[in-house]
DNA sequence: TATTTCTGTCATATTTCTGTCATATTGGGG
DNA sequence: CCCCAATATGACAGAAATATGACAGAAATA
């Protein structure tokens, strides 16, 4: 079913780097890999060319002189038209500050300098994926559970669950990022939000209070502890 | 703990190239660069000593008469046993096609003659960097066994394996140092972190923790006592 | 505004982990 | 083959991490 010859418009992706070595490395490698590309080797050039050409992605660098790449994401998720379109921002600084300042921001992904090409492929292609399913708002079922994000409604066997709202986000992060541990500060970042301060046990309590609500059947031994180290989602169930 | 001068093993760096000339002044960049140097003059020979020795790294030719740089690039990431090895293409066509076809083909960086050893030398550092970085997240498997770092799970023929902690830890400090006899005062530094100060039998103690936890189908065969100097973990099972 | 629901925090209960010790077992040199 | 030192094992109590229930203020809803 992905290999299929299809009729599939390219997807235009913008990349934004004041070095022209850079867009260069970037656009060969996104070319090659099929994507349409274009250029922009400034913030402001790469706004107009948003509006202008209405891209899938935007490859953004973090560091740009002007305005920098980070003033353009909140720009860009600032206004409607442009909230939606995924960024993915490109840092040489793997300094955690940025990373956590990009994804509060709205950023997509994070790559962090030097990366290979492959990888830069692999992870426009999983943020496109990811992007393309959030907008078809598909269900996503595991097990007899059906999370439905177009109708905002999660169910088991039929039988419809009341989910409070932190408990949704929290469901719903960790349904589209499953098999792997997260700590509690990197749940507290992505399903608060990065710039909240609050006590990690907090994420304990919710994750109490989403495993009952998703008790049905068992079903919250998909939810599991991870002790030192966080918390996992898996579809295969662990006899811990 | 990082600083530590430890025997680390040079890095083997295979070289690529028809002309003596330019192998030599490759071969000796990198070499003062601390790097273990075996030289190919053609495609054939490459192939030979890259199943022979598995290098950590190949510096390709672009041009070569006979099999061609490319040709040879696209057998190695055929094959599974030598796809994951870094490949960085030399080549003196600026031309994008070559570059194109060479990114596509699964080159890991692209360095256009001529450039200087300087050069040369960062850039292989860095995609040595950038796979470690990249390799620390890849599953290990050794047997039946598969230690997946990023799940935080540990699991042999599919059966999840419930580990604590520090055998979590242990047992990746051993993935990841296979073959060779540590100490359990290295140990201790390693896992524990340098400034503990602990009874060394505790490190005892831990190992048969960790061999009970995956004495699963034999597994624990794979952590060797090593009378009067410490334990190893080794993929060649010894009847000791 | 009254009412209901939701949230974050706390104190407490429970579970799991860890380092140590006492004792058993093993391997090798003499 | 015996003895000694090194290693393995089982048990245990304190420590650490997590789960739970309760509650009061905040936020949403009526």
Known sequence: MNDKVEIMPKHRILIVDDEAAIRDMLSLALESAGFNVLLAENAQLAHAAIIDHQPDLVLLDWMMPGTTGLELL???????????????????KAEEDSKIAGLDAGADDYIPKPFSPRELVSRVNAVLRRIGREALQEPITIGELVFDPLGHRVSIAGESINLAPTEFRLLQFFLTHQERVYSRGQILDYVWGGNVYLDERTVDVHIRRLRKAISVAGHDNYVQTVRGAGYRFSGQISNN
Chains 1, 2 share one sequence.
């Open 74 to 92: 909140r720009r860009l998720k600032r206004d409607d038209l442009t909230a939606k379109i995924p960024i993915i921002m490109l840092t040489a």
